[in-house]
């Protein structure tokens, strides 16, 4: 089955720089991948995703990335704040797009 | 907006017992999904299901079982509870996608502590 790997587990930035976490997939077929925050005590929430069939997406601060030859993926937060302070995860999609696989989480934490 | 409801935040059960963990969604989705979240381990399937009774066996299955019988809720049952299970359990939900992965939407999730 799928496996995802995810680095750094922890992050420690300072407020105003840019952080970047990085997930590897094993299953080629994959053609699905979300990011998800979860602050302490809450839900994790889904925050950006990106398709195959593109290389890039942007929302206001947050970019992902996906390099579908070499099965990595990338979540960039630039300009960060305190509130940014959270557990992310990566997933990525089985081949039949009804299930996904979690990467274990990195731990952010921006400092003011 | 996505609601996805789980029936307690925080749970206490003795070895042995049978325990049920319950969730409910209300915007008819057809996949829901049970995980378990540890520590350094993210977010591990336990069971999935894509329509009222059927499910699928995810990643780490054995000491559960599932029950979907309406479309809405999805019992997750741990048979005989011990203290290994104590964990995050964490329920999700998302619409069939027809060959298209869709978000999954989390509930709050129930902490559940084994004695």
């Known amino acids: 089955g799928e496996n995802v790997e995810q680095h750094p587990s922890t992050l420690s930035v300072q407020e105003g720089d840019s952080a970047v976490i990085k997930c590897t997939y094993s299953d080629s077929a994959s053609n699905y991948f979300p990011w998800y925050k979860q602050e302490l005590g809450k839900r994790p929430q889904l925050i950006i995703d990106?398709?195959?069939?593109?290389g890039e997406k942007k929302d206001q601060r947050i970019a992902v990335t996906l390099n579908k030859t070499a099965k990595h993926f990338s979540l960039h937060i630039t300009e960060t704040q305190p509130e940014d302070s959270a557990v992310y995860f990566c997933?990525?999609?089985?081949?039949?797009?009804?299930?996904?696989?979690f990467g274990g989480g990195t731990r952010l934490m921006v400092k003011p | 907006d996505v609601k996805v409801t789980q029936s307690s935040r925080y749970l206490v059960k003795r070895t042995g017992e049978k325990v049920f963990l319950e969730c409910v969604q209300d915007?008819?989705?057809?996949?829901m999904f049970w995980y378990r979240q540890d520590p350094g381990l993210g977010l591990r399937l336990i069971y999935f299901s894509y329509d009222v009774k059927m499910k699928e066996k995810g990643d780490i299955p054995e000491g559960y079982s599932v029950s979907r019988e309406k479309k809405e809720r999805f019992s997750l049952i741990l048979e005989s509870a011990s203290t290994n299970q104590t964990s995050m359990y964490l329920c999700?939900?998302?619409?069939?996608?027809?060959?298209?992965?869709?978000?999954?939407?989390f509930g709050d999730g129930t902490r559940l502590s084994i004695l």
């Open positions: 999700a939900s998302s619409p069939r996608g027809r060959g298209i992965s869709q978000p999954q939407h």
């Open positions: 997933a990525a999609s089985n081949n039949a797009g009804n299930m996904l696989t």
């Open positions: 915007m008819d989705h057809e996949n």
């Open positions: 990106i398709r195959s069939n593109v």
